[in-house]
């Protein structure tokens, strides 16, 4: 398995993390769980494997254009085949440039990209599996995701504005703290509240669970402090508190995690 990361344009930096791709050979058959990261994503299968994913009690094929709402829980996948997967991984806040559904009602699942955004995303499905490099796939990938934000000009002082909510709450989130920054945007509380969850699909308090288990999941990668010192670090009150919360993100306790990090869930620390 190989992956490679590659930054966006310019344009497209406060809204896209990165561009990856995913490539594996090995036609063996592969299981793993996806943990919560806070970010949605797009995927274009490019190869000939299947990817399923676990929904509704059972597992279902993923599409060959998937939209990964927002985690919230441990989701098992599972795949077949050789794989080429070419993924766009976005910020928090920023999927809602791109479609004009509530975030919300994407969460906890993969769906089919084409019922969202039909003809232009299959065209571009269509012209990634002819490139034939990366560096071509992503000058694509720039040039449709640039066209689609300039398009949704307007909403771009709503998108950096819940940005800038967002960093206000990864600083301190406790309750007090989310009526203060309320007041600093000039709108209530419930104002606040909702235009998050609109724009990522989570709660203030659910994003900001979410952001201290990634910040988590990268110091146990380090494997350089004790787990009562990633705790601390990661903005949880005692050991006890991030062990609970590890654990429903993921369905392991962190030592359990650190002894079997797959390939997938790697992704999350980066």
């Known amino acids: 398995m190989e992956f490679q990361h590659f930054q966006p344009a310019k344009i497209l930096a406060p809204y896209i993390r990165h561009y990856y791709i995913f490539e594996s050979e090995s036609h063996a058959a592969y299981e793993d769980t996806v ?7 797009v995927i274009f299968n490019l190869g000939s494997g299947i990817w399923e994913s676990f929904h509704e009690n059972n597992f279902h094929q ?5 939209l990964w709402g927002q985690i919230t829980r441990p989701l098992p996948i599972r795949s077949s085949g050789a794989h080429l997967m070419l993924g766009v991984r976005f910020f928090t806040h920023a999927t809602s440039f791109l479609l004009d559904d509530e975030i919300g009602i994407f969460n906890d699942q993969v769906s089919d990209l084409t019922d969202v955004m039909g003809k232009d995303i299959r065209d571009l499905h269509q012209r990634l599996q002819e490139a034939d490099s990366a560096r071509t796939r992503i000058a694509l990938l720039d040039d449709f995701f640039t066209g689609k934000l300039i398009r949704a000009s307007r909403r771009q002082d709503r998108l950096d504005k819940v940005a ?6 990864t600083k301190d989130s406790t309750e007090n703290n989310i009526g203060r920054i309320a007041g600093t945007f000039g709108i209530t509380t419930r104002y606040l ?3 998050v969850y609109q724009h990522t699909g989570l709660s ?3 994003f900001d669970k979410i952001h201290r288990f990634k910040t988590s999941l990268k110091l146990i990668g380090e494997n350089k402090l004790p787990l009562t010192s990633i705790a601390y670090d990661a903005g949880y009150f005692d050991q006890s508190h991030f062990i609970r919360d590890f654990k429903s993100f993921t369905g392991l306790t962190p030592s359990a995690y650190l002894s079997n990090l797959s390939a997938v869930n790697q992704m999350l620390i980066n």
């Open 35 to 41: 943990f919560p990261s806070g970010d949605m994503e």
């Open 193 to 195: 509240h909702k235009l």
């Open 62 to 66: 993923n599409p060959a254009i998937e």
């Open 164 to 169: 800038r909510i967002l960093t206000s709450i």
């Open 204 to 206: 203030p308090k659910s």
